[in-house]
């Protein structure tokens, strides 16, 4: 090191003083820097002497010594307190609600499993804009989940750094970094159009980046290092020096100058009108809430993962209206000022922004943070830069990755409270945020067109702007939510009255924003998108800063801070009133959905009462303001409804857009529901009347309230009338009955809304947390996933585990409302307030009759039940007013009496309502009332003559004679005689009440509202006409309507109970309970009440009339008592007689159907039987086909196309509808049990040797290599991969008739599933997916019966018949349609395999590659077909898979064509089973020919295949019987012989012996004994036993053998060709399987294929050998076929040993066992580099058969056009592949051409799949799901059961 130090020529370290430096070291820090500067050449690229500069540097800091040595020595004093990774955008992270302070707290994986987080609420997640683990910070998180690293607080035990270890880093830095900064400002052109060129500065940035780089390196050497940095970089007296530019370097002249032009446009003074904002930036992909997901945002919706990208709109401009600037006067100067540099932190940032935040230069900079005193000094930079940063992220091309970035920063330093306490008190951190966004919104605003549109002088945002349709602002509004999550900064916010008096101002840009106008011509041609943009801005920069604030209010102490809101509010409400222009009538058709100081003041009211117990009146403005607050949430109100009646419809799909995303659950809590409470404070507050005329008015169905049958309505088209009717009543009960903010507590309104939810629809866990609308604050105390939640939830609700029927959809966990729930809190109100879609309303009622009728309750209609309500609070009791107000009583009184005479236009809806209505008066009446009646004082009103008082419980009884009504003279009234009584003129005159009532809504509302007005001035009864605006006209100016005087004489009560009898439809069906059963009076809650439809209501509200006085109660009974005058019989209204045609239609349909369903039933149960069966176990005939009668000699088919059905014949066939695959599941068998498990660490692997795939393909190629090719191909089957499967939906149609069908299909030109031109279609009938038709042979399918006679020929003629019928020649028949299509389904079969899977030849295209391969397509079908019935044939009887099965048909196809090529008889394997031959040696042939394969080596089964595909057909059963037998004695040789290979020496000699003794006994040739030893003497002529050697022990099992193990191994041995070969009778002869238990399989089978003497007892122990027929004499043919392999053996034992050891027990095919918990999974694969490009795909997948890695949509692993996971599913499963993606834990299917979503096989805890990991809790294996995916697999029917396909175009 001293030597390094002389050589640079500073000191030597152990000097003691050391002077300042860049004085005593000057020489050394001049070589340093005229080497960085020479090391410059020309300030062009740096090349190989920049690197050598950095060596240079590398070597100079380790003071000559090795840099690695050095990184080493000063990591030891690392005091590693905190994590402080940084990670960039796609990183893994987790983080936990249970441990975070901060909602943005997250943790990388490692420390994340280091800590102990079992149980809590944590979530996986993908880092959207980076972040950093914050582990041992622990203002940020809880110091429980601090990792084992991190725990350990104390820096004691670390040793303090030597000042010579880090001496030259100190001097050499400061250098480095200037040099650094130089690069920057060289490299920055301030660009001419003030857009920089993307181009050079990242030519700059990747000059730089091993710098950069080494800088970050530096970073992660520890404390000791960072701390050097931090002093290097905010050391004030380095910058001056080095960076003043004085020095005489021309370069560093250059440079400075070129920054101090660069710094000039910093400020937010800098003139920027002249330039255009948001140029043409891209779409933005992040959507409004899509920026979640980042490590810190304080997460849009609470979850700060659930990026929520649907809604993202396209990027169409309002165009560019005319801007509105505002002053700057208002602003703090300083904010506005050209920044200052002081260090060189300071510039650095300072250029981190000008070139857009760069990665490399981010990471670095936050790799500093944890050193404490770097973390404030950049904080306050970060603060200072902060306008700057605004104005270079709207000039910004990149906005969204620019804001990511910004975000990246900002949420590390602002979520600490502590820090942004000290930035806020020493940086005016609140004014600068609050002026940034102000200046920021001000560049896209436009003149406010609401209201008066030629004189507003409001300003609003225009929606259409970049700047806001692309959410540019985000960074900064997610910086401020998260300062004021802080307490202390948040009660500085709301102290100061400036800040709050701009914030109010910034709120009101958003006020009235995005208005609509009603398009009452023509449909708008263009539908703007920007209706999301303002939602999100609203809900991101208004509401989530008001919940912000509102989650420090919650104490009497804070009442100061909610008065200083309210007040600026209202004055900002005040203003905005002045400036719209506005008075008392809003302007017709236009809305706006956007008031958000009318939710900041109703908010801070709603928790003044709740929380800081203020009094409400001290903070409510006078009468006046109140009426005018209220008009703009009515007027949003109203236009729902309007919206909802379709009156909206020009404007578009947008239009509705709004009024769902109003309601939604993420918005509701911002939005209605602060709406709703306003108007009911403002209705608590204002004259009633007052407020209901105005709700009728503003809802346009004034002129519909009238008593007369016929109406002109001004305003409102008939057809809208009903809906508009039922929206007011709606409003009005949702407004008296909603009790959110007037005094429900939080768990009882989570309670409410997880019941309104859930009524609607059973909902999974996480539908549920996003459909609860929670405080949109993450601090505000309701989580989702916390304690309330989900104990509410299991209050409420039952889980439903998920359902998994085999065909049927997946389902997921659910939970479903509780009875308890349904009987007494299914609340209508609540639902109709949150449900999005209308239809979601009728599902909530549907769903509550389901339970009715279930549990008994009520059987017919049910109406919405009316529920109980929470008591108000005190404050808002004058609400209740409104329902006792004459003008809704009128209302209530004409709307009944419009329903009981049927007027157009009334609903059940409407009566509904009304009943609901009058019932919540009756439970919120005065309690004072008294039965005598209250005289009215006060001024005479025009409507008093109706009702004497406004308590609805006295007005009920009130009788109503004649009321006088303005009529259309077309009108029935108009005929009728006024009675003589009346001579009223004008309105209101009527001075005598036993006249006609007259009574106009609108009159009313204005004279209210004048009253309000001039109550100052004048007294209250002084009436003053009041100015009418043009719109309302007073109701009898139209002259074509004139005065009718109508006779009513009713009362409320009477009107209820003759709607009772019209209700029930009966006369005199009401009669008071009370009478029969006085307790009725004493406990009003009856059960038989609560439930029911509207003759039920109108019981409960009577009887709670009766209740509540007696004077109700008597004149109740009084008009019961008038037995009520028969209702005149009425012309059958149009209502009844659409009706009463309704019922004969459904009579009509109801005949019809049945001739329909009667035609069908045949079709129907041919269907049933075979479409979607997977997995039933009924024992049904296997296919419509065989359920022909005996004495029918043809089978009958019915064409499924053309309906006709008749037998097949030659020229016109019938096929069989089918799908053709290529299969490898039986490839994957393997032979032992222990199940195969996927990877999951290096160390474990699969290999595929023992699967039967490999295991036969090595067995082919050992015997083409010593014997003859083409007797190889008759030795063994193919097709244990790419075999090809035909299965079949049971349905059969007409050749020509499929064809044109074809011809149709390929016309259509709808988009299908299925490509038609590959022969793809879907059965006509049950649309089963198919490719293929299959020819049905002509004649008789139920040969057995012919051919059942007696079998007495011996089996030496049966013998000789079948060589005889073997030898025929096959003659091709000749050319039919039949033989045509037999022929081009052949070329099907083979075409649907791939060629490598046809030619086992060794000369390529031999006849006898086609000759295998067509026996082996039945090898594979009944393989498969006894997979499918479960490996053994024990259940008997016809399976699905039969059912599924065309084995008949296939047959028939297959041996048509193996018959054209006939077998040599010389080679014919029959004679050398059934003959002996003399010459045994002419056998062995020449020594240079490859000799043929031995009989003992042949493959039974296939040898089973060849000579019955070989017979004529159809075949005879005795020729089959004798073929089975003849083979079976062949077997059971080879399983003598494979036994004596296994045996050891020892027991083969004691065999030998055994066997020699019993050898003439009289059954020899049937005792196993007798032949195992023939066969081991036979055999041990050749060398076959000797050359014993170590491999024997292989082999040999340990044991010894005793006759149980031996007898076991033979049955064993013979087992699967029993099980085929019955399989094969089953089919051809239609005889069915018997069913067994296990232990008898063998015997059932033997004797069911004719093995077994019929006469057999079963007593003794059975023995496989008496199965045996033997048809020549056992040992010479024995003998005969032994020599054959004794002549191989000579040469080569070890193969011939090899070759005679079968292993046929093979088990079940299964997928790969997955582990229990999906993490496991994912930790290991979404990591691990593909073996093929050694990267880490972007999507990784699994393939679940093999196990293989493979890269998704990968282009590093194409292979001529074919992606790497199509490519697999061809190698590894002939065309089928199950994929696991690794990053979205779905499984994907990949068939042939087309590929499908399956689903997930992991689910969370409450049984749902988490697709694309959104939500990242933890998942765990649904084993039932993964035998579902195995099940359709192995049955090969996930064409059938899954839905959705697409074509994959080899992109997968």
């Known amino acids: 090191m001293a030597a390094a130090a002389a050589a640079v020529g500073g000191p030597q370290p152990p000097q003691p003083e050391l002077p300042a430096p860049g004085l005593a070291l000057d020489k050394a820090a001049t070589a340093a820097h005229l080497k960085a500067a020479l090391s410059r050449p020309g300030g062009g690229g740096p090349g190989a002497a920049e690197e050598e500069a950095l060596e240079w540097c590398k070597c100079l800091l380790a003071g000559g010594g090795g840099y690695e040595e050095f990184c080493a020595a000063v990591r030891a004093y690392d005091p590693a307190a905190l994590c402080g990774l940084v990670w960039t955008a796609n990183f893994v992270a987790y983080r936990c609600r249970t441990c975070g302070i901060s909602p943005c707290m997250s943790l990388c994986a490692e420390c994340f499993h280091q800590g102990d987080h079992t149980g809590h609420d944590f979530n996986m997640f993908r880092s959207q804009a980076g972040g950093a683990c914050d582990c041992g910070d622990s203002n940020v998180m809880r110091e429980s989940g601090f990792c084992k690293r991190h725990q350990i607080k104390s820096s004691s035990n670390i040793p303090c750094v030597p000042k010579d270890l880090l001496m030259m880093s ?163 100067q300083s904010i506005m000022d050209v920044l200052k540099h002081k260090s060189f932190l300071e510039e650095l940032l300072f250029w981190t922004i000008k070139y857009e935040f760069p990665q490399k230069m981010v990471t670095f900079l936050l790799n500093m943070l ?106 900064l509004v997610s910086d401020f939510i998260n300062i004021l999550s802080h307490q202390s900064v948040a009660k500085r916010f709301l102290e100061d009255h400036g800040l709050l008096v701009t914030w109010m101002n910034f709120v009101s840009f958003f006020q009235g924003m995005n208005l609509n106008k009603r398009e009452l011509n023509e449909h708008v041609e263009f539908e703007s998108q920007t209706y999301y943009a303002a939602f999100a801005a609203e809900l991101e920069a208004c509401a989530q800063p008001m919940w912000g604030l509102l989650s420090h209010c919650k104490v009497r102490e804070t009442q100061e801070y909610t008065r200083n809101v309210v007040r600026y509010c209202l004055e900002a409400l005040q203003d905005w009133f002045d400036a719209i222009n506005f008075v008392d009538e809003p302007a017709p058709n236009q809305v706006t959905f956007h008031l958000p100081l009318h939710r900041y003041y109703a908010m801070f009211l709603s928790k003044a009462v709740k929380c800081q117990e203020l009094d409400l009146d001290s903070v409510l403005p006078d ?63 204002l004259d009633p009347d007052y407020f209901i005329s105005s709700v009728f008015e503003r809802f346009k169905v004034v002129d519909l309230l009238t008593m007369a049958s016929q109406h002109q309505n001004t305003v409102l088209d008939v057809e809208h009338e009903r809906s508009m009717l039922e929206g007011a009543l709606t409003f009005l009960v949702i407004l008296l009955s909603l009790r959110l903010h007037l005094g429900m507590s939080d768990d009882e309104i989570l309670r409410a809304e997880m019941v309104a939810q859930l009524c609607m629809n059973d909902r999974t866990h996480s539908s549920l947390l996003d459909l609860i609308p929670e405080n949109p604050n993450p601090k505000s105390g309701i989580i989702p996933g916390s304690y309330s939640f989900e104990s509410v939830l299991s209050a409420v609700a039952d889980f439903k585990a998920p359902v998994f029927e085999p065909g049927g959809s997946m389902q997921q966990g659910m939970y479903t409302p509780k009875a308890d729930v ?55 009791k004058g609400l209740m007013r409104l329902l006792h107000c004459k003008t809704l009583h009128i209302v209530l009184f004409t709307l009944l009496y419009k329903i009981l005479m049927d007027h157009q236009n009334l609903s059940e809806h409407v009566l509904c309502m009304v009943l609901y209505l009058i019932e919540l008066g009756l439970e919120n009446s005065a309690e004072d009332e008294s039965d005598e009646e209250v005289s009215m004082a006060g001024p005479e009103r025009c409507h008093d003559s109706w009702f004497p008082g406004s308590n609805l419980v006295s007005n009920m009884r009130h009788f109503i004679n004649y009321v006088r009504v303005r009529v259309p003279e077309t009108a029935p009234e108009v005929k009728r005689d006024p009675p003589a009584s009346t001579s009223s003129d004008s309105l209101g005159s009527l001075q005598n009440s036993g006249t006609a009532q ?34 309302w006209s007073a109701p009898g100016s139209t002259p074509q309507l004139t005065t009718a005087i109508l006779e009513i004489k009713e009362s409320i009560l009477s009107l209820l109970i003759k709607l009772h009898h019209k209700l029930s439809g009966k006369q005199n069906s009401y009669y008071p309970p009370w009478l029969d059963d006085i307790e009725v009076l004493i406990q009003p809650e009856i059960p038989k009440y609560s439930h029911g439809d509207g003759i039920t209501a109108v019981e409960r509200i009577l009887l709670k009339a009766a209740l509540q006085s007696r004077m109700n109660k008597r004149i109740i009974e009084e008009i ?388 019955i595909l070989m017979m004529p057909q159809p075949l005879r059963k005795e020729h089959f019987t004798c073929i089975v037998k003849v083979l079976f004695t062949l077997l059971y040789t080879q399983a003598l012989a494979a036994l004596s290979v296994k045996c050891s020496e020892e027991d083969r000699s004691a065999w030998k012996h055994v066997g020699a003794l019993k050898k003439n006994a009289c059954d020899a040739e049937k005792s196993y004994e007798v032949l195992l030893s023939f066969v081991m003497s036979e055999l041990s002529k050749g060398k076959l036993y000797h050359e014993e050697g170590t491999q024997e022990c292989t082999m040999v099992s340990p044991v010894a053998w005793s006759p149980e193990s031996m007898e076991k191994y033979l049955q064993d041995f013979c087992l699967p060709f029993l099980r085929i070969t019955s399989l094969l009778q089953h089919h051809l002869f239609g005889e069915d399987l018997p069913s067994c238990q296990e232990e008898e399989e063998y015997s059932v089978l033997a004797s069911c294929l004719g093995l077994l003497p019929t006469f057999y007892q079963t007593e003794h122990p059975f023995i496989s050998a008496s199965c045996l027929d033997w048809p020549v004499p056992a040992f ?99 065309g089928t592949g199950i994929f696991l993606l690794i990053n979205a834990s779905v499984i994907i299917i990949i068939r042939g051409h087309r590929f499908c979503l399956w689903g997930s096989v992991y689910l969370d805890a409450h049984g749902e799949e988490d697709r694309d990991l959104r939500r990242g809790k933890p998942l765990y294996i649904c084993k039932e799901r993964y035998k579902v995916l195995e099940q359709q697999w192995i049955s090969h029917t996930f064409d059938h059961i899954n839905k959705r396909w697409g074509p994959h175009y080899n992109g997968l």
């Open 623 to 685: 009468q006046e303001m109140l009426m005018k607050l209220m008009i703009h949430p009515l007027q949003i109100q109203a236009s729902l409804a309007e919206i909802h009646s379709n009156m909206w419809v020009r404007n578009g799909l947008q239009i509705k857009g709004q009024a769902m995303t109003y309601v939604q659950s993420h918005f509701c809590n911002s939005m209605i529901d602060p709406d709703i409470y306003l108007l009911q404070v403002c209705a608590s507050r």
């Open 170 to 332: 100190e001097f050499v830095l400061p250098r480095f970094i200037f040099c650094l900064i130089q690069y920057l400002r060289e490299g920055y052109n301030e660009p001419a159009a003030d857009v920089p060129s993307e181009k050079d500065l990242n030519k700059v940035l990747q000059l730089l980046e091993p710098q950069i780089s080494f800088l970050e390196d530096l970073t992660k050497m520890g404390g000791a290092m960072r701390s050097v940095l931090t002093q290097v970089l905010t050391n004030q007296q380095n910058y001056k020096d080095l960076t003043s530019g004085l020095g005489e370097n021309a370069c560093a002249k250059k440079s400075h100058e070129k920054y101090l032009i660069a710094l000039k446009s910093s400020g937010l003074t800098y003139p920027e009108d002249k330039l255009v904002y948001g140029m043409q930036e891209p779409s933005a992909g992040t959507s409004t809430l899509g920026v979640q997901g980042f490590a810190g945002a304080t997460g849009t919706l609470g979850q700060a993962d659930s990026s929520d990208e649907e809604d993202q709109d396209g990027s169409q401009g309002l165009g560019k209206r005319k801007r509105v600037k505002l002053s700057s006067g208002t602003k703090d």
């Open 370 to 475: 944890p050193d404490q005193e770097y973390k404030v000094a950049f904080t306050k930079t970060f603060v200072q830069h902060y306008a700057f940063i605004m104005k270079t992220l709207k000039k910004s091309h990149e906005s969204d990755t620019m804001s990511n970035r910004i975000v990246h920063i900002s949420v590390q330093l602002f979520s600490n409270e502590e820090l942004a306490r000290q930035v806020t008190e020493e940086c005016q951190l609140l004014d600068i945020m609050v002026t940034v966004l102000l200046y920021m919104m001000e560049s896209c605003l436009i003149k406010s067109e609401l209201q008066d549109e030629e004189n507003s002088l409001h300003v609003v945002v225009n929606c259409g702007e970049a700047l806001l349709k692309n959410n540019t602002y985000w960074p």
């Open 1120 to 1507: 019961c008592r008038k037995v009520t005058p028969p209702v005149p019989p009425k012309k059958i209204t149009a209502a009844e007689k659409k009706t009463l045609d309704k019922e004969e239609r459904r009579q009509k349909a109801r005949e019809r159907q049945q001739k329909l369903l009667a035609e069908f039933a045949s079709r129907q149960k041919s269907f049933m039987e075979t479409a979607m069966d997977v997995d039933s176990s009924e024992n049904d005939i296997p296919m419509e086909i065989t359920t022909a009668e005996p004495q029918v000699s043809e089978a009958i088919y019915d064409c499924v196309i053309c309906g006709q059905s008749g037998p097949s014949s030659e020229d016109r066939p019938t096929g069989l509808v089918v799908l053709l695959q290529a299969s490898s599941v039986l490839g994957q068998c393997r032979d032992n049990v222990e199940p195969k498990k996927l990877p999951i660490t290096e160390e474990e692997q699969i290999y595929p040797w023992d699967t039967c795939a490999a295991v036969h393909d090595v067995r082919l190629s050992l015997l083409q290599r010593y014997f003859k090719d083409s007797s190889c191909l008759l030795a063994v089957s193919i097709g244990w991969e790419g075999g090809v499967y035909v299965q079949t939906c049971g349905h059969t149609l007409h050749i020509d008739c499929h064809k044109s069908y074809m011809e149709s299909l390929r016309n259509d030109q709808v988009l299908q599933g299925f490509s038609v031109d590959k022969g793809e279609f879907t059965c006509p009938l049950c649309r089963q997916f198919a490719n293929s038709v299959l020819p049905c042979y002509p004649g008789s399918n139920v040969e057995n019966n012919l051919w059942q006679r007696p079998n007495n020929k011996s089996i030496k003629d049966l013998i000789k018949e079948v060589e005889e019928l073997q030898g025929r020649p096959g003659a091709f028949p000749s050319e039919t349609n039949l033989s045509k299509e037999m022929e081009s389904v052949m070329k099907d079969i083979k075409n649907t395999t791939q060629k490598k899977y046809r030619d086992y030849s060794k000369t390529p295209g031999s006849p006898d590659n086609d000759f295998l391969f067509m026996y082996s397509v039945a090898r594979t079908n009944l393989e498969l077909e006894l997979i499918h019935r479960g490996g053994n044939l024990c259940s008997g009887g016809a399976s699905t898979a039969g059912k599924r099965s065309c084995l008949n048909q296939l047959f028939h196809v297959l041996a048509l064509h193996m018959r054209l090529y006939s077998i040599d008889s010389e080679y014919n394997p029959w004679k050398k089973l059934t003959q002996l031959v003399e010459d045994v040696n002419s056998q062995l042939g020449n020594e240079d020919h490859q000799p043929e394969v031995p009989i003992l080596y042949h493959d039974v089964t296939s040898l089973l295949l060849i000579q």
């Open 998 to 1031: 007259v009574f106009s809504l609108v009159a009313e509302r204005r004279k209210k509202f004048q009253e309000i007005i001039n109550r100052s001035t004048s007294e209250a009864n002084q009436v003053v006409r009041p100015k009418t605006s043009s719109k």
């Open 822 to 876: 349904w009987d007494q809190e299914f609340d209508p109100v609540m639902v109709i307030l949150r449900t999005v879609y209308r239809r979601d309303v009728q599902s909530a009622m549907d769903r509550y009759t389901a339970f009715l009728k279930q549990s008994g309750k009520f059987p017919g209609n049910p109406w919405p039940p009316y529920k109980k309500r929470t008591s108000l609070h005190p404050s808002y």
């Open 1676 to 1774: 010479d043919i024995i003998t005969q076929w032994c020599f054959e392999i004794k002549s191989f053996t000579e040469r080569h034992a070890e193969q011939g040993k090899a070759l005679l050891i079968q292993e046929s027990r093979w088990k079940l095919p299964h997928l790969l066992q997955l582990p229990e918990n999906y993490n496991t999974i994912f930790q290991y694969y979404h990591r691990k580099t593909c073996s093929v490009c050694t990267k880490v795909p972007k999507d990784p997948a699994v393939c679940l058969v093999c196990g293989t890695f493979v890269c998704l949509k990968g282009l590093c692993c194409k292979q001529q056009s074919y992606c790497e996971c199509v490519l697999h599913s061809q190698n590894c499963g002939a």
